[in-house]
């Protein structure tokens, strides 16, 4: 892969990913214009969330069967849309429906992700998608700071007005300067869904996936609710001011970016250990947020490198493991990451208004002490697809046949 090619890929991600998520510093004004309780205020990113797993469903296996650049043309197209109808939303549930809609199309980042993977070769494939997986992480905590600020200037709606104008001109980017993704095989629809359900009960993707689940709702705790209490007393910080800790977020998850060579050095068990440690060590610094803002930058800091480095970790394992359903297989996994952040969104607003800072700090560090005791005791196990690797190192001229492979699922 070019490097003209990696960044347009991570800047596809990084917008994808945004209109999930660019929400989370301005609840308490979209909440305010909308007319909804601060207690509901999280569905608002759990609105996205749960159409974020539909698509993941119905959605990302098709990048086993169709050409992915016409897949990531069109779904960037579609999120246009979804947040374009959220920037003009009279009323909360116009809001919902844009949201659901912006996040069934999201996926585009799996379908994104799997492409890259497929275009990597083995060696300098935690290389690839450790710079890809970054823009999602750009996304995700870039966004909070470019809404911060757009907020003060233009209001909420401006957020979705201009991310709905870039997933347009990026769908016309990438069929201009994407290579084609034309496939040899006939594979069918219900063919690939039926190997997304198998994939459930397979130790290596289901040990990972738990992982995840755990990872993403104390992350979706964090940042679903940390703009609550930073907005009230003691320190009454504006929207801007919240979105500027996502600096602290960025810079803590790109200096995760190498975990991608750590595993093509073979390393990815271990790291994903020692960032999950660090995760739950992250909430005793997160707990001081009523006290103490250095510490809370400290802890977010921590908190975005392990979550980056666990989720770099994990999809190339996985990608590693299922070389011939990358695009399944990421779908798959990311049902447990979108569950994740649709229970850390909304059960951190809920334990926020009956609890303070205290609740949410304590749901936080039990979700990263369940996800380093699911690292802890499910042991290393090669997934079935590992032994084929005749088929990972082959010559580049041999084909595989995925509807021969499917039928044998």
């Known amino acids: 892969m070019s490097r003209k090619t990696r960044l347009l890929l991570a800047v596809v991600c990084g917008v994808a990913v945004a209109s999930v998520y660019a929400g989370q510093p301005v609840l308490g004004p979209m909440g305010r214009d909308l007319d909804v309780p601060v207690d509901s205020l999280g569905w608002f990113v759990a609105t996205g969330q749960l159409g974020y797993l539909a698509g993941l469903v119905l959605l990302v296996p098709l990048g086993d069967m169709l050409d992915r650049r016409r897949l990531i043309a069109a779904h960037l197209a579609l ?35 799997a492409y890259t993977a497929s275009l990597s070769p083995a060696a300098e494939r935690g290389r690839d998608l450790g710079i890809v ?79 995840a689940f755990f990872l993403f709702a104390s992350f979706g705790t964090l940042w679903s609710g940390m703009a609550l209490p930073l907005a009230d007393a003691p320190w009454h910080l504006g929207e801007t001011q919240i979105g500027l800790f996502g600096i602290a977020g960025l810079a803590g998850a790109l200096g995760a970016a190498r975990s991608g060579r750590w595993g093509d050095a073979g390393h990815a068990h271990r790291v994903t250990g020692v960032a999950l440690a660090a995760l739950l060590a992250s909430w005793a610094a997160i707990g001081q947020l009523p006290w103490s803002l250095p510490l809370l930058i400290l802890g977010v800091l921590l908190l975005d490198f392990a979550v980056q480095a666990v989720h770099v970790s994990n999809q190339h394992t996985l990608t590693a493991a299922y070389p011939d359903r990358t695009s399944t297989t990421i779908g798959a996994y990311m049902v447990f990451y979108s569950l994740g952040s649709a229970l850390g969104a909304t059960a951190t607003t809920a334990l926020f208004e009956a609890t303070a800072w205290p609740g949410p700090t304590v749901l936080g560090a039990a979700l990263a ?31 595989v046949d995925t509807t021969e492979w499917l039928s044998k699922q």
Not at 82 to 110: E, H, I, M
Not at 162 to 180: C, D, I, K, Q, S
């Open 79 to 113: 999120v246009a849309a979804g947040t374009g109808l959220t920037a003009a939303a009279p009323v909360a549930w116009a809001a919902y429906s844009g949201l659901a809609v912006a996040g069934v199309f999201a996926v585009v980042v799996q379908t994104t992700v």
């Open 133 to 211: 997986i970054s823009g999602v992480v750009i996304g995700i905590l870039g966004s909070r700071i470019v809404a911060g600020v757009l907020a003060d200037l233009w209001g909420w709606r401006s957020i979705y007005l201009t991310l709905a104008f870039l997933a347009a001109v990026l769908a016309l980017l990438v069929l201009t300067l994407l290579p084609a993704d034309v496939r040899q095989d006939t594979a069918r629809y219900g063919h690939v869904l039926r190997s997304f359900g198998g994939l459930f009960v397979q130790p290596v993707f289901l040990s990972r996936g738990l992982i």
């Open 369 to 399: 002490l369940c996800a380093l005791a699911t690292w802890a005791f499910i042991p290393r196990t090669r997934s079935p697809a590992r032994p084929a690797k005749a088929e990972v190192t082959a010559p580049k001229s041999r084909k």
